[in-house]
């Protein structure tokens, strides 16, 4: 059946029902009584169906206007509390809503999340607090953070974790480096030439070492950082190769670096949203994550 009413007879039909007249609800509803009417008919034409008996003294509902008025009254009450959540949020002069970020998921998601979040709504400041995943996951649970991203390994069992996308560790290098040609790269490869390593700080060197824990480079690394965005700068300064997480590669053609798979082990990691078990968030927060989770997810790399 096609819609051919809307919300203002909606409304209408709910104004009889509670003043008892259409004089009455044509004054609550502030038109007059014969547009009022034209609204019931428009309704009732739309439905085939009678809503109301009419009297010279009263008016009351049919039997199928008793069965349609919780219906109505459903979704007028849904819209009236999406409508003041939607005010809430634009309305808001002094909000802020905090998303904790692993600074390789800040760097993929938030520049794109942010930019659309301010077009949205101006008035409402974002802070984001960019730092390992133990501290994410720290914010999280005490509630400086509203929410974060981050990936699932060991996570507080206050936390709920919501799946974002699957990515695997890649090879940065730059353009001019041996192995920068190749379709893919095994990890002893990799590893006969000077790489820089995440230091044990870093939630990445956690998973690195599990999932390699029976491969023993030949060499040490050069140098070893605490965050992925400093090894890629160490890379484009020339000074070695770094495993690190594709969304932490540039997503469109960079002059200097590119990323080539890792095999030999294939290693992958699981980013998502990191939530406070039994926590609500605020209507500011959850278009934030609305923007994060609607994100399309992208490859990186050429």
């Given at each position: 059946?096609?819609?051919?009413?809307?919300?203002?007879?909606?409304?209408?039909?709910?104004?009889?029902?509670?003043?008892?007249?259409?004089?009455?609800?044509?004054?609550?509803?502030?038109?007059?009584?014969?547009?009022?009417?034209?609204?019931?008919?428009?309704?009732?034409?739309?439905?085939?169906?009678?809503?109301?008996?009419?009297?010279?003294?009263?008016?009351?509902?049919?039997?199928?206007?008793?069965?349609?008025?919780?219906?109505?009254?459903?979704v007028l009450?849904?819209?009236?509390?999406?409508?003041?959540?939607?005010?809430?949020?634009?309305?808001?002069?002094?909000?802020?809503?905090?998303?904790?970020?692993?600074?390789?998921?800040?760097?993929?998601?938030?520049?794109?999340?942010?930019?659309?979040?301010?077009?949205?709504?101006?008035?409402?400041?974002?802070?984001?607090?960019?730092?390992?995943?133990?501290?994410?996951?720290?914010?999280v649970a005490?509630?400086?953070?509203?929410?974060?991203?981050?990936?699932?390994?060991?996570?507080?069992?206050?936390?709920?974790?919501?799946?974002?996308?699957?990515?695997?560790?890649?090879?940065?290098?730059?353009?001019?480096?041996?192995?920068?040609?190749?379709?893919?790269?095994?990890?002893?490869?990799?590893?006969?030439?000077?790489?820089?390593?995440?230091?044990?700080?870093?939630?990445?060197?956690?998973?690195?070492?599990?999932?390699?824990?029976?491969?023993?480079?030949?060499?040490?690394?050069?140098?070893?950082?605490?965050?992925?965005?400093?090894?890629?700068?160490?890379?484009?300064?020339?000074?070695?190769?770094?495993?690190?997480?594709?969304?932490?590669?540039?997503?469109?053609?960079?002059?200097?670096?590119?990323?080539?798979?890792?095999?030999?082990?294939?290693?992958?990691?699981?980013?998502?949203?990191?939530?406070?078990?039994?926590?609500?968030?605020?209507?500011?927060?959850?278009?934030?994550?609305?923007?994060?989770?609607?994100?399309p997810v992208?490859?990186?790399?050429?």
């Open positions: 059946m096609s819609i051919n009413f809307d919300l203002d007879d909606l409304q209408a039909f709910r104004a009889v029902v509670e003043k008892g007249s259409f004089r009455k609800a044509a004054e609550a509803v502030k038109i007059t009584q014969p547009a009022l009417s034209r609204r019931i008919e428009k309704l009732e034409s739309a439905l085939n169906v009678r809503l109301f008996e009419r009297t010279t003294r009263k008016v009351s509902l049919t039997p199928v206007g008793r069965a349609f008025l919780p219906e109505v009254e459903r009450d849904h819209l009236d509390s999406a409508l003041m959540s939607i005010a809430e949020v634009a309305s808001s002069r002094t909000e802020r809503v905090t998303i904790a970020c692993v600074p390789s998921a800040a760097y993929y998601f938030m520049p794109q999340v942010v930019s659309e979040f301010h077009r949205l709504y101006p008035r409402i400041k974002i802070m984001v607090l960019d730092s390992s995943a133990n501290d994410v996951n720290a914010a005490s509630g400086e953070a509203d929410f974060g991203v981050s990936f699932s390994a060991h996570l507080d069992p206050g936390l709920t974790f919501e799946l974002l996308l699957e990515e695997r560790y890649v090879m940065a290098c730059r353009r001019d480096h041996p192995l920068a040609d190749r379709p893919s790269v095994t990890w002893s490869q990799m590893y006969e030439h000077d790489y820089i390593s995440l230091d044990k700080t870093s939630g990445n060197r956690l998973i690195l070492s599990q999932a390699l824990k029976r491969l023993h480079p030949t060499r040490q690394s050069i140098c070893e950082t605490r965050h992925v965005t400093t090894a890629i700068g160490l890379v484009e300064a020339g000074l070695g190769v770094a495993a690190v997480p594709s969304i932490a590669m540039p997503r469109t053609h960079h002059p200097l670096l590119t990323a080539v798979p890792l095999e030999e082990p294939q290693v992958v990691r699981n980013v998502g949203l990191i939530k406070c078990r039994g926590r609500a968030l605020t209507p500011a927060a959850l278009e934030l994550e609305r923007l994060v989770r609607d994100m992208q490859s990186a790399g050429d």
